[in-house]
């Protein structure tokens, strides 16, 4: 039976070719992953040398309803976007600890749900605060959503700024880019059943 719920894309700013290099193949692909019940961001960018390139971003939502249809949606979102986009590499926020423990509970799962889609394409991912993910794209980890989308908008070069979710997505995959990639490489991760070992 087929679910009403359906992954939207919401600001969506698809692929732009002439934004690629025309020579050689772009050295990583990195899709971020901000998780959120309600709206799940996504951002993928190509990182070539020092240099970052935009690729796509967007939001999956999820409209009220059962909670397990929700989830579904992220999954099936997630994967979709995995599937079309090919990155090498994830990185997620991590959950903060809310003032309401329910709010906290909903939005593990909303996380929980984008992660078995990442575990599941056996992509290696690494996660990220919130205060890392600032402090790597705004220069202080106490930044506004302003800020952040601003930011993003300059580093990648866009024309606009993205959604705030999206702007949320594309900063994680900047920090990792900035950050993480050298953790991979110089660790000699390499990945177990989902997990980096």
Do not use: W
């Given at each position: 039976m087929r679910s009403k719920f359906r992954a939207q894309r919401v600001n969506p700013m698809i692929e732009n070719p002439s934004r690629l290099t025309s020579?050689?193949?772009?050295?990583?692909?990195?899709?971020?992953?901000?998780?959120?019940?309600?709206?799940?961001?996504?951002?993928?960018?190509?990182?070539?040398?020092?240099?970052?390139n935009y690729v796509a971003s967007?939001?999956?939502?999820?409209?009220g309803g059962e909670l397990a249809l929700r989830l579904k949606i992220i999954l099936d979102?997630?994967?979709?976007?995995?599937?079309?986009?090919?990155?090498?590499?994830?990185?997620?926020?991590?959950?903060?600890?809310?003032v309401n423990p329910q709010s906290t509970l909903l939005l593990g799962e909303a996380r929980g749900a984008a992660?078995?889609?990442?575990?599941?394409?056996?992509?290696?991912?690494?996660?990220?605060?919130?205060?890392?993910?600032?402090q790597a794209v705004v220069g202080k980890g106490h930044a506004k959503k302003e800020q952040v989308q601003?930011?993003?908008?300059?580093?990648?070069?866009?024309?606009?700024?993205?959604?705030?979710?999206?702007?949320d997505a594309l900063a994680c995959a900047i920090c990792h880019a900035h950050a993480g990639l050298g953790r991979l490489a110089i660790s000699?991760?390499?990945?177990?059943?989902?997990r980096l070992v």
């Open positions: 020579h050689a193949s772009p050295n990583i692909r990195i899709l971020g992953i901000d998780p959120g019940l309600r709206v799940t961001g996504f951002g993928i960018l190509d990182k070539s040398g020092e240099k970052l967007g939001c999956i939502k999820t409209s979102g997630v994967n979709e976007v995995i599937a079309r986009y090919q990155p090498q590499q994830v990185a997620v926020e991590k959950v903060f600890v809310n992660i078995c889609a990442v575990v599941g394409c056996d992509l290696p991912m690494l996660e990220y605060t919130a205060l890392q993910v600032k601003e930011m993003v908008r300059r580093l990648l070069r866009l024309p606009g700024n993205p959604s705030p979710d999206a702007a000699g991760l390499r990945m177990k059943r989902g």
